[in-house]
């Protein structure tokens, strides 16, 4: 069984020590993100015929009257603070009283959409932010910083920002979450069934069918393919 839950949280900040009061006076930056996956993934693996069964199903603690749940949270802060020195106040300097989250000139842009019907699940992606312009064409001109290569926007996540019109990222604040309602999902589990098939063909041999007949001794066994299955036939015409 598996299930998925993490959170990360950057605040890089610059500053100096108050001669007069021993505190910390900075101004920085903080990024936070954190992944609920409210869903129990149950695999289960049949070796003697090639398949996996993956079952997901709600997890036990979402009950009929939730209809909130935060599956991704981000947001971009930036923000000055004074407090104490660590070894004096253990407070995480974002969380601190004296903290204040800078806002800019431009105002909070708010986006809501709703998505996820088609699968049975009632989910919103809610946006608050300090972009120039926030629409479909802005956000298509954001990924062209990243070769609109999703890898190359992993490597660098923390440049997920608020962005001027011509695209460019900012340090502004910026806030997104995609939430799930179980309380108006219909779907409350879903079965996904694999297989995999290895056959081989050598000259002008029939094509055979790899198959373990024993998983402890990876023990393996070649006969002859079937054209039994609509997956079999298509390998036969693989092998050609």
């Known amino acids: 069984k598996f299930a998925t839950k993490a959170a990360v949280t950057y605040s890089g900040y610059v500053g100096t020590v108050s001669p007069f009061t021993n505190e910390l006076l900075v101004a920085g930056i903080n990024e936070h993100r954190a992944t609920n996956i409210p869903f129990k993934a149950i695999v289960e693996v049949v070796p003697t ?22 599956m991704h949270h981000y947001h971009m802060k930036p923000f000055t603070a004074k407090k104490p020195l660590v070894f004096k106040d253990l407070t995480p300097i974002v969380l601190h009283k004296d903290t204040k989250v800078l806002k800019s000139k431009t105002n909070v842009k708010t986006f809501e959409s709703t998505f996820g019907q088609t699968v049975g699940l009632d989910m919103t992606f809610k946006v608050d932010t300090e972009s120039d312009l926030y629409d479909h064409k802005t956000v298509m001109d954001a990924w062209a910083n990243y070769k609109y290569n999703p890898f190359i926007a992993g490597w660098f996540h923390f440049t997920e920002t608020a962005i001027k019109a011509n695209g460019m990222p900012t340090a502004r604040f910026h806030k997104y979450s995609i939430v799930l309602n179980p309380s108006k999902s219909v779907t409350k589990e879903a079965e996904l069934n694999l297989m995999l098939t290895l056959a081989t063909k050598k000259d ?37």
Request: hydrophobic share 35%; aromatic share 0%.
């Open 204 to 240: 002008t041999q029939e094509p055979q069918i790899v198959k373990m007949i024993n998983l402890v001794g990876s023990q393996m066994e070649t006969i002859a393919l079937p054209r039994s299955s609509k997956h079999e036939l298509s390998l036969h015409e693989c092998l050609q």
């Open 49 to 70: 015929t090639s398949s996996m069964k993956i079952v997901m199903k709600q997890i036990d603690e979402i009950t009929p009257s939730t209809t909130a749940i935060d």
